[in-house]
């Protein structure tokens, strides 16, 4: 089955830092998700990249879709501390379901 | 705009129990909703789905049930709870296939 690798898994980083998330499939991506996780609370929808070499920005994150779509990226311009968080890719699977990689933990600090 | 309620946010209880949680949608019709669960140590897993009234499928085999009893309304149930079944449930909702799906607040179920 198609699975999604994150990385880097963890990652702490100074307030006002750029950084980048990466996501990598093992097959095509029909359709690749970003959501933010709080923890204990539910998942925001940032974006969804469906062409290969998209790119899709909403305030100082964007998140690209490589040519053969089998990796995403997702940058982070400036960070801030209310960008703390778990970031997850996901993609869209044979049935209706959204399978989702393990996610990356942001920590950002002041 | 189109809003998600989960409720209760936590819950504790008994192993034997029921359970019932529920879901419910607003400025939408006819959604496709879901229930996921989020295991310690583990990714998202879809539970259930259901593309309309009374249409249930079920991902996986497990001690649970959904209903759909009306166009906006998603329970998750059990008629008895085991030890295995604590975990974040995470319902949601996306106006058809491939497109977005936007998850509600959760529910922390803690199993004694």
């Known amino acids: 089955s198609q699975e999604l690798e994150q990385s880097p898994q963890s990652l702490i980083v100074q307030e006002g830092k750029n950084l980048t998330i990466n996501c990598t499939s093992s097959?095509?991506?029909?359709?690749l998700y970003w959501y933010k996780q709080k923890y204990g609370e539910g998942l925001i929808f940032l974006m969804m990249?469906?062409?290969?070499?998209e790119e899709k920005s909403h305030e100082k994150i964007t998140a690209k879709l490589d040519e053969k779509k089998q990796q995403s990226s997702l940058h982070i311009t400036a960070s801030q501390p209310s960008h703390a968080g778990i970031y997850l890719c996901?993609?869209?699977?044979?049935?209706?379901?959204?399978?989702f990689g393990k996610g990356t933990k942001l920590t950002v600090n002041p | 705009s189109q809003t998600i309620h989960q409720w209760p946010a936590t819950l504790v209880q008994p192993v034997g129990s029921p359970l019932s949680l529920e879901c419910t949608v607003e400025?939408?019709?006819?959604?496709?909703l879901y229930w996921y669960r989020q295991a310690a140590g583990r990714g998202l897993q879809l539970l259930f789905y259901?593309?309309?009234?009374?249409?249930i499928s079920s991902e996986v085999p497990q001690n649970l049930s959904a209903s759909r009893p009306q166009d906006r309304q998603f329970i998750l149930s059990s008629k008895k709870l085991l030890l295995s079944d604590s975990g974040f449930y995470l319902c949601?909702?996306?106006?058809?296939?491939?497109?977005?799906?936007?998850f509600g607040d959760g529910t922390r179920l803690s199993i004694l």
């Open positions: 996901a993609y869209q699977g044979g049935s209706e379901k959204l399978v």
């Open positions: 097959k095509t991506l029909y359709g």
């Open positions: 990249l469906q062409k290969g070499g």
């Open positions: 949601a909702w996306s106006s058809a296939r491939n497109q977005p799906q936007h």
């Open positions: 400025g939408t019709s006819n959604p496709n």
């Open positions: 259901s593309v309309g009234i009374g249409q």
